[in-house]
Every structure is written in C-alpha cells, then in structure tokens.
C-alpha cells in the first residue's frame, strides 16, 4: 500500500457526461500528479499541483481540469466525456522536494464511458 | 520532450533465471529513472530508482545500470521467481520543481515456474 487513496475505484459513464476523481496524497506529501493509462497512449502525465498551486501541465484537453485543496487532496474532473477518455487514471503524490522526489501511486480509477 | 523507448515488449523467462529490460531516453537534461512493476489491476509500484550521478545500484535480486554517454539504463532481475511476473515501466524526468514522469511504453514479463 503506497499511502495515496484514490476514489472511485470505478466509474461507469456515458458519452457527454461529466465525473470528478478524487484523490488523497500520502500524509506530508504536497506534491500531487496525475497519470492517464490507455492501451494505446500506455502513461502519459496530466498535470502536476504543489501545495495547492499548479505546477505542470502534460497532455491534459482542455476539456480536462484539476485542482488541489488546502487540505492537499486533489479533484480531476473531465467533461464532455468521449468513449476515448476511457482509462485508467492514477493519481501520484510526492514530497515536493526537487531532488528528492520519489513520486508514490495511488491504486488508480477505472474509467468507462459508454 | 523527452522520449523514453523499452524493449522488449514481452519477456518470458524460466524460474531462477535472470531478466534484463532496456530503456533510452532523448534528453540530455534528464536525471531520475525510476522503475516501477505494476500488476494486473494495481497502480505502478516503485521498486528502484537511480540519479544520474550514479552508474549502478543494487537492491537485494534487482539493480539498475546507468549509462548518461549513451543515454540508456537497464533493469536486472536475478533469480527471478513466479511474483516478479507483472509489467514494468521505465521513466525518466528532468529535476526542476516539476518532475513530472515520461514513461516507457512496458514490458510484460513472465516468469515459467
């Protein structure tokens, strides 16, 4: 167990809906990254947030947001689902520190847009 | 960006064998590789990492190897055992405040008791 808890473990959706995923960094972590599986694109990195504040932006649409709260947990939410958002998103978190950063995942959501 | 390719795909090996997986990466600037194994339905576990101002590092049965001139590293597992079946990533990231990680596409290794 890495300490990082996402929910849901699954979601089921259609096509033009809307879900947020939730995520909780490990305790003392501020750092928080999330992560798209697909079998086509393997893992490619959404976004990155530091103690509340954006800090680096992947592969992330438009129709993709984040953020992370005072309490440091993270939402991502994706919009206007399309049946190629379908995948596995992980969510990672880190202490912060440049050139210490281990980055430590979270058991990820299971997306489906039908 | 950075590019990191892994070879091979698919790796099938005897009980008590060894296992290597081979990654390159494209910039220069990167510095942190990490390995993680991920098994089926489970996030990506970290099982080694290294920084570009060391060549090897060993932990127990897995070391990873570093080679910056050549802008390759490679995982070794020795004595391998049915559990280490599972698919393991490679990454690389640049330091900087955002280490965001670039991922090899995989490598599904299995280990024949």
């Known amino acids: 167990d890495s300490g990082v808890t996402q929910t849901p473990k699954h979601l089921i959706t259609a096509t033009g809906q809307r879900v947020t995923l939730r995520c909780s960094p490990r305790?003392?972590?501020?750092?928080v990254y999330w992560y798209q599986q697909s079998l086509d694109q393997g893992l490619q990195f959404l976004i990155q947030y530091y103690n509340g504040e954006e800090r680096a932006k992947g592969n992330i649409l438009e129709r993709f947001s984040a953020q992370q709260f005072p309490d440091l947990h993270s939402e991502l939410n994706l919009s206007s689902l399309e049946l190629g958002d379908s995948a596995l998103y992980f969510c990672a978190s880190s202490v912060g520190q440049v050139d210490t950063d281990t980055q430590y995942f979270g058991p990820g959501t299971r997306l489906t847009v039908l | 960006g950075e590019n990191v390719e892994q070879h091979p795909s698919t790796l099938s090996v005897q009980e008590g064998d060894s296992a290597v997986i081979k990654c390159t990466y494209s910039d220069s600037a990167s510095n942190y590789f990490p390995w993680y194994k991920q098994e089926l339905g489970k996030g990506p576990q970290l099982i080694i990492d290294?920084?570009?101002?060391?060549g090897e590092k060993k932990d127990q049965r897995i070391a990873v190897t570093l080679n910056k001139t050549a802008k390759h590293f490679s995982l070794h597992i020795t004595e391998t055992q049915p559990e280490d079946s599972a698919v393991y990533f490679c990454a690389a990231a640049t330091s900087g405040s955002a280490r965001q990680l670039t991922f090899g596409s995989g490598t599904q290794l299995t280990v024949l008791p």
């Open positions: 290294i920084r570009s101002n060391v």
């Open positions: 305790s003392g972590d501020l750092s």
